[in-house]
């Protein structure tokens, strides 16, 4: 069963359009990790959340982890092309750094 | 950011050959690393953790003795395909835990490593 859901799978938008990204847990996470990837390469490290209700920003993208450290949401505004990319989140169960992950959201930024 | 490297970027090799991968931290010591592999179009799932001087912890359905991994230094740790077999072909991908100057939950991942057994 998939620990980590993400959603949405794909998402395609018009650049300088706004878009969010979601990420779910059943379980309570010791921390959520936001990583992009282009296709066969290595992940860009984005953003990690610890606390309840923590906000993170940087440049034009933020990261949300609600109070329970269940769900986060990246949010990306007037989007790029340069934001084009598989954008994945991992989860840090046990606090030892071992993440799971979801199974990416891929998207594309039309001009 | 702090920086892994990975050597090599792509290897192709035929079944029933060895593969070794090295994942290196550049700027920085790690004393744990984590080994991931990653199929067409799927997400990452973590293979093992590697400790410097220690043996590495292996996940569940895992073949240690396939996957060998060795952890020597602080800035080395290297994934060993052993008789490797086409159902073995993958994108490996490495992370390193720490960066220094208060940073050590950050985890940074190399570039990863195509692998293709014919």
């Known amino acids: 069963s998939q620990e980590l859901e993400q959603s949405p799978q794909s998402l395609i938008v018009q650049e300088g359009k706004n878009l969010t990204i979601n990420c779910t847990s059943s379980k309570t996470l010791y921390g959520l990790y936001w990583y992009k990837q282009k296709y066969g390469e290595g992940l860009i490290f984005l953003m990690m959340l610890q606390k309840g209700g923590e906000e993170k920003s940087h440049e034009k993208i933020t990261a949300k982890l609600d109070e329970k450290k269940q769900q986060s949401s990246l949010h990306i505004t007037a989007s790029q092309p340069s934001h084009a990319g598989i954008y994945l989140c991992g989860a840090d169960k046990e606090g030892a750094q071992k993440l799971v992950f979801g199974q990416g959201t891929r998207l594309t930024i039309n001009p | 950011g702090a920086v892994v490297s990975q050597h090599p970027s792509r290897v192709i090799c035929k079944s029933g050959t060895s593969v070794k991968i090295e994942c290196r931290s550049l700027?920085?010591?790690?004393?744990?690393m984590f080994w991931y592999r990653q199929f067409p179009k799927q997400s990452l799932m973590l293979m093992a953790t590697?400790?410097?001087?220690?043996?590495?912890?292996?996940e569940q359905g895992v073949e240690k003795d396939k996957f060998l991994i060795n952890h020597a230094s602080l800035t080395l740790s290297t994934l060993t395909v052993t008789s490797a077999h086409p159902e073995d072909s993958s994108f490996y991908i490495c992370s390193a835990r720490g960066g220094g100057s208060g940073r050590s939950d950050e985890q940074f991942f190399g570039p990863g490593t195509r692998l293709t057994v014919l």
């Open positions: 590697s400790n410097e001087g220690s043996k590495a912890t292996y």
């Open positions: 700027d920085f010591q790690a004393t744990t």
